[in-house]
């Protein structure tokens, strides 16, 4: 069966893999400590079941400590001829999007089909995060895929992973760490003390109210977070549960989704969702840091009204 832990080491071997041509990148002065930050990391994916809590809690302070002091750099990139590339993309056209477009087909087939997928008897992915797992496969496949279009080698491959995770840098840890962040926040009770100051100095009582303040305290806690999965927690248990579901009767399946994509408006709006709004930037070359933020709030803005509305219809 293939569940998360198969996702888990194949992360993990990249990030092992990276690590190790960080260390031995001779033209990186950051190189050793390089090394260590993704050779931590990868500890992490591959033996994280088995390491004890505190070593884990060890190993972040560990991560923050190599980047928040610059000991996290990327080595000197070798640079492709241009001609060299435009004559490449001009000979393999519109098939180069072909890996692209495979990782959504596959990763909806198995969200959809997975069940009737079975070795023997037994399921071949697992039911647990399978969309998660289901993303892991179809990357892998479109990884296949675009080798054999490209005929480039694993190697190449590798190297091509490696430099976009060193351009991209301490901000990979982001979507871990944020996700994390709104555990912690649900286990030291910041749900209930938010529910009670918002009972305290809103009308709660009324549907109406109850339905914006939860869409917009999930819009705004993310923008202060950078992360929906973080602030998704300490809303549904601050308004979502006690007033919305247990007071107002709301249906919690479609309470949850909406809620879900009333944050993802808020990551469209804050820099604190580095790796969304400020990497791109970074790979782009732009000048105006909040250059995506500025294109993404005329989505974002429009869709935030939409989804409060289907709130109001459909939970």
């Known amino acids: ?4 832990a198969q996702v888990y080491m194949l992360v993990g071997l990249f990030l092992a893999a990276a690590g190790v041509i960080a260390f031995r990148d001779a033209r990186n002065p950051r190189r050793r400590t ?84 079975r070795v023997m008897g037994m399921p071949l992915v697992s039911p647990v995060q399978t969309t998660v797992v289901a993303l892991g496969i179809a990357c892998v496949c479109a990884l296949l895929l675009g080798l054999r279009i490209t005929r ?3 190697r190449e491959a590798l190297e091509g992973g490696r430099t976009l995770l060193e351009a991209i840098g301490w901000a990979a ?36 109210v109850a339905m914006l303040t939860y869409a917009a305290g999930m819009a705004l806690l993310t923008m202060v977070m ?19 579901v247990t007071q107002h009767h709301a249906d919690p399946a479609p309470l949850a989704a909406l809620g879900m994509l009333a944050g993802y408006c808020g990551t469209l709006l804050t820099p604190m969702a580095a790796n969304f709004n400020i990497v791109p930037v970074a790979l782009l070359g732009l ?10 709030a005329l989505t974002a803005l429009p869709l935030f ?7 109001f219809i459909l939970a």
């Open 1 to 4: 069966m293939i569940g998360l």
């Open 34 to 117: 390089s090394g260590l930050f993704w050779g931590l990391l990868a500890a992490g994916f591959l033996a994280g079941d088995a390491l004890p809590d505190e070593v884990l809690g060890g190993v972040v302070i560990v991560l923050a400590l190599i980047a928040g002091s610059g000991g996290l750099r990327a080595g000197p990139q070798q640079t492709v001829d241009p001609q060299l590339l435009g004559e490449r993309a001009a000979r393999l056209g519109h098939r180069l999007l072909l890996p692209v477009l495979l990782v959504s087909v596959v990763t909806l087939a198995i969200v959809l089909g997975g069940a009737k997928l």
């Open 152 to 154: 480039a080698s694993p």
């Open 173 to 208: 840890l982001l979507p871990l760490l944020l996700a994390v962040l709104g555990n912690v926040f649900a286990r030291a009770g910041v749900g209930e003390l938010l529910s009670s100051a918002l009972t305290a100095n809103l009308p709660l009582g009324n549907h109406g």
């Open 226 to 244: 950078g992360n929906a999965f973080a602030a998704f927690p300490v809303i549904a248990i601050g308004i979502g549960l006690p007033v919305l």
């Open 287 to 296: 000048r105006d840091q909040h250059a995506v933020i500025r294109a993404q």
């Open 305 to 311: 009204a939409c989804n409060l509305a289907l709130l």
